[in-house]
């Protein structure tokens, strides 16, 4: 399969006052992604998950690796070139919208910034079709951001992100902000959109479900770093990593007798600094399965399954052994560890 995006030894460092050590947002992020697929990428707030959207789409510069969108370097992409080829679609739809223009307003000066309206009357054309991409109305056209809903007002910024016809779209946690109902027609609409248009998706999230709902692959970040990237099925199903297992456990199940029988492990302690990660395996001080080599060495992120990867000493040594049911008796014991 032909390639929408590839990623190696992404870093991002930020300065620190009084000069210390930097804080490394993003730690040496490698993946790729297919043309029409969607790579989820979750974990905890303050993870990198946000960072490594804006370093994708040229928001932010980055400290070390590279980035290429279908087969070019980014670093060869300027400013309208880049953005004809990936977009971003922010969490907070309010926030990204000049209040003081109209939706056609909006969406109208992006065709105009990239030449893709000869005049005014092929604008108001091409601005009704993109609304109208994202089941919006005509009549939301002349309309103010405070006078849409959240969920048209998260419409209209896809219209805008796919204004300059991307082939990529980096969904920053799209449905955090609205309400439950809303965030169906939302998911709804950009699977519709995936398939219809043949584009390809980021979708950064920390709602387990909905990466469930919409990804091809699932990717688990902590601390800057990818701990477990795979096929949706294994890495959210039968997750090898210790940190996957206890964000998974964390979702309650909606059948109050299963709820009432499941093993619920809680991760504890609080997230290292980034400006002073521990040595070894960044998620060793909170891990109830941690070994000495742990906490001495970095582990790779290894195939441990069909495409399944995972950076974990204990599960990396239990498959290369041959054992069965790895994810069970790693949760297992990790729930005993705890108790």
């Known amino acids: 399969m032909p390639l929408a995006l590839r990623v190696d030894g992404l870093v991002k460092d930020y300065a620190v006052r009084g000069g210390g050590a930097p804080l490394r947002a993003v730690a040496g992020v490698s993946f790729e992604l297919e043309v029409g697929d969607t790579l989820g990428i979750v974990g905890e707030s303050g993870c990198g998950k946000s960072t490594l959207g804006r370093l994708l789409t040229g928001l932010e510069a980055p400290s070390a690796g590279t980035v290429e969108i279908g087969g ?61 991409t994202v089941a919006l109305p005509a ?43 809303v965030r169906a027609e939302i998911m709804n609409l950009l699977i519709g959109l995936r398939q219809r248009l043949g584009l390809s998706y980021l979708f950064i999230s920390h709602d387990l479900a909905m990466v469930r709902h919409i990804s091809d692959r699932v990717a688990v970040m902590y601390l800057g770093r990818f701990l477990e990237l795979g096929p949706w099925l294994p890495v959210l199903s039968a997750p090898l990593h210790p940190y996957t297992i206890m964000l998974r456990a964390a979702v309650p199940e909606p059948d109050p007798v299963l709820e009432s029988q499941r093993l619920v492990p809680i991760v504890r302690g609080e997230v290292p600094s980034a400006a002073r990660p521990p040595a070894g395996c960044v998620f060793h001080p909170r891990c109830p399965l941690v070994e000495d080599v742990c906490r001495a060495q970095v582990p790779g992120l290894g195939e441990l399954g069909s495409g399944h990867l995972a950076a974990c000493h204990v599960a990396a040594r239990r498959v290369l052994a041959g054992e069965q049911e790895v994810s069970r ?11």
Request: glycine share 6%; charged share 30%.
């Open 139 to 181: 009549a939301v056209a002349s309309r103010y951001p405070s006078e849409l809903s959240g969920g048209q007002a998260q419409r209209v910024g896809i219209a805008r992100a796919l204004a300059p016809e991307p082939r990529i779209l980096v969904l920053d946690e799209p449905t955090s902000a609205l309400d439950m109902s």
């Open 72 to 132: 070019t370097p980014r670093a060869r992409l300027r400013g309208r070139e880049l953005a004809r080829r990936i977009q971003l679609v922010f969490q907070d739809p309010y926030s990204s919208l000049n209040p003081r223009r109209t939706v056609a307003g909006a969406v109208g000066e992006v065709l105009r910034v990239h030449h893709l309206a000869r005049n005014r009357r092929e604008e108001r054309r091409r601005v009704r079709e993109l609304l109208e």
């Open 329 to 339: 008796a790693l949760e297992a014991e990790a729930v005993a560890a705890l108790a």
